[in-house]
């Protein structure tokens, strides 16, 4: 601190002290008991034994490559559940098992897409899940263009009739993926919107911040009784190509036509398969920490970032605290979900637990968000100022990572059906880059780095250990400031 | 300077001139007639209208926009070159035409390959131009995997029959491209020799420095007589996928086998249009500094970078000369050369022109390597110590680029076949991230950056400018130490 931010500090202080109306001091940090410094420092020796080389990579190496793609439903999402019961029954795990559910069977067919009009472009193109199939030869039909997808809500209904609706808005790049969260409607509510307004198939632009021409998928969804039409993503520069030959003065006199061929189909009767397994708890093992991931991936790449990475840290924040000296008091369960992308485990595997059951979940965590270091731990309610806030803030410093002064909004697809009495935790994963891949083929293993993913690891598991081996309880209100759990 | 590299300086002087064996001190820079140094004001003025705007970037976003992609010999291809006339006439180019000659007229057919033995994996893969088709259902084999090229040439001939060869050696990623250049026989003489070897098909790693899911093509070649086999480019990451799958030991012992259908086809007759166009001299029109790029590109992409970007460059650079109050002394001639990836122009256009002609050519260059600044400038022979090379050091100083050293070793495929007497110069364009997306789907307009291309433009100018606005002569000796053209 040189002398001049010392005279600076000195007139803030000075002007702090002069104003009547502040806000009062906050509280100073709970004093933690003798018992729960340990508990902090045994939390700390778990977050370092994860950065020096967790299990979290040889497990996500190992499933994407011995797997591979596994679409919620087909042949590859079972074998990679039984791959999965394997592993953690060779790691040590108890009551490992598989849970089964229903879900769509939906399946990519073919896919291809050209600019006919007003000059020949090869466009890229996906199906988006759960979308309906052109004929095998494909449609050809006039374009709808839309720079935002206000523009084309805007339009009446019946207006879009024989058309292929294009909608090209860009989303945002944003640490937290809020971009993405503005902008999912676009494609998950978009082919219904278009579909009501007459279109005869829908394409939007990928919800992606690369400039690649792997278009991204993603589920989209039509209301009981519509039948799907055809609905994809076009990669980002076919999008932007678009735009620039809607706006070229020497083509822009001509409209443009398109031929699309998107022929994906429904399997009935296919299910999808949950994983679950236990570190069962030595004092209360009713009393359940429940963190997971998804096991299922989009069938473009081999799920590496959505979401091997997450079903890997998870376990390996697991497995670390199963290789403990002793188990913690409480039962860390993980849940490997078998379905997030095209459907959702979520509501199967609430539904499979009583309200009984679940006003004993501790708290529950899903970690979806790739393979990234964690910067921030968004804790249900109050929790941040409690003595777990504390010692959670005080193990997460050196990542570095923080404790959210703002209480978690959610916990991710998979546990949110859990219901209302089950607290839920949200472990902030740093998505710069995650929508550069994320539900396109480039989702592959060598975009993750070990190093980086064992700091999301180290997080992990202290968040989990922290919760499991103490009597925390989320949904208690703090009493005062200077509240312990 | 401080006062310890002062001393520093002082110290290395001292040695300097106690050796006795030192090379003698370099000659001083010509010194300029004051006719020189008004060219080099005049090259200054063209360079600094480049870095302001140059016609580049409207040029490349048109024809990529409007004609998209263009491989040599396709009907995109002749609608390029016939854009190309129009545009060149618009912007007020002299004798603008088309030189048509004969190219294999090959076209890429259905692509798609699995891994089914030990674990199936989509993989992603592009047939190599000239390669060879399989039948409609594609072919199942087992795969002889080479993590480098010469382990490949190591096995005997015959010895690899019935299989399918995979060579997975990475490319290294260097700023001129050299990583390239290394390794690109495995790409076009790979498929040969693995036929020779007695291989039913023959994949590579894409020569590529990304991580991306998008195969790269390029052309591959068959000696006379020999029938081409099916070849095509992996992805970086399903290359990498099968090192790992080969190496896993939980997978490893059964062997390899792969499902590969890549259907391309020839189509006899074809031809391919180089556009020329001029900038007619004003003293000595029969004298020509030749500029260009190629008009052609894979069709993947757009071709963008590849070589619509060279073709642009060049374009702009002459016209910027071409708009100048007086036309300079010799003629710019620029070429958009109609084959380069599949096919070559180069000995169609040498050979419609005479050794006679050709004698009054007094530099060629040519333009392939992307949108990205010129950093260097190789001159042929002697010509960097030339009063040419002292001016163009000091037009290119600001950008900032340099004037080689070291001499010209070639010029690029489309211009070496004019023969020994035409002096080749070869402008040196950064190449770190050009084999990013180099032959790949990738290679679209929204990866350039105008104003970096227009640095491009910039020494190109200059460096065309101070040729055809002067009388020096690229063949001549430099007499001595202080030589001038």
């Known amino acids: 601190m040189t002398v001049k931010t010392l005279a600076l500090a000195a007139a803030l202080f000075a002007a702090a002290g002069a104003a009547q109306a502040q806000p009062p001091a906050p509280a100073p940090p709970p004093v933690l008991t003798p018992e729960q410094f340990q508990l902090q420092v045994d939390a700390a020796a778990l977050r370092d034994q994860a950065l020096k080389g967790s299990p979290a990579y040889p497990f996500l190496r190992d499933l994407t490559t011995e797997i591979g793609e596994r679409l919620a439903g087909s042949e590859a999402e079972h074998r990679a559940a039984r791959w999965a019961v394997a592993r953690l029954t ?21 896919e291809q897409a050209e600019l006919i009009s007003p000059t020949f472009q090869h466009l890229t193109v996906t199906s988006l899940g759960n979308a309906g199939a052109t004929p095998p030869q494909g449609i050809e039909a006039p374009v709808a263009l839309f720079h935002t997808y206000a523009d084309m809500l805007a339009q009446p209904v ?26 999912a409607v676009m494609r998950f509510m978009g082919a219904a919107e278009a579909a009501k307004r007459g279109a005869l198939a829908y394409l939007v632009r990928s ?13 989209t969804d039509f209301p009981p009784g519509m039948a799907p039409i055809p609905a994809g993503a076009l990669s980002v520069p076919d999008a932007e190509q678009l735009d620039r030959i809607s706006f070229d003065p020497s083509l822009g006199r001509e409209p443009l036509r398109m ?9 009935p009767g296919a299910t999808a398969d949950t994983v679950v397994a236990d570190v069962v708890g030595r004092e209360r093992p009713d009393e359940v920490v429940l963190i997971g991931g998804h096991l299922d991936s989009w ?10 990475a997450g ?5 390996a924040a697991a497995k670390l605290i199963l290789d403990m000296p002793h188990a913690p008091r409480r039962t860390v369960r993980l849940a490997l979900f078998g379905a997030e992308e095209i459907a959702f485990a979520g509501p199967a595997f609430a539904a499979a637990r009583s309200t009984a059951e679940q006003s004993h979940y501790v708290i529950a965590a899903e970690c979806d968000f790739g393979a990234e270091p964690v910067y921030g731990v968004a804790l249900p309610g109050a929790s941040a100022k409690t003595s777990y806030g504390a010692m959670l803030a005080e193990t997460l410093a050196p990542l570095p990572a923080y404790v959210d002064r703002a209480p978690a909004r959610g916990g991710g697809e998979d546990i949110e059906p859990l219901g209302p009495n089950v607290p839920l935790a949200s ?7 995650y929508f550069d891949i994320h539900h396109s083929a480039d989702d592959t293993l060598d975009k993750v780095d070990p190093q980086r993913m064992d700091k999301a690891v180290a997080a992990w598991v202290a968040f989990a250990y922290l919760a499991a081996d103490s009597d925390v309880d989320f949904r208690a209100k703090p009493p005062g400031k200077s509240a312990t759990p």
């Open 427 to 433: 472990l902030e994963q740093d998505g710069t880059h």
């Open 299 to 308: 069938d473009l790449g081999t799920g590496a970032i959505d979401d091997g």
């Open 207 to 219: 919800l992606s911040t690369s400039d690649s021409r792997l278009p991204h998928t993603g589920a």
């Open 90 to 110: 060779a790691m040590g795990f108890k009551n490992v098992h598989i849970e089964s559910f229903p879900v769509p069977g939906w399946t990519r067919g073919e």
């Open 158 to 183: 019946g207006s879009l009739s024989g058309k292929i609706v294009v909608v090209t808005q860009p989303m945002v790049r944003a640490q937290n993926g809020s971009g993405y969260g503005a902008l």
């Open 259 to 267: 031929h699309l061929v998107l022929t994906p189909s429904f399997k």
């Open 311 to 315: 079903a890997a840290i998870t376990t």
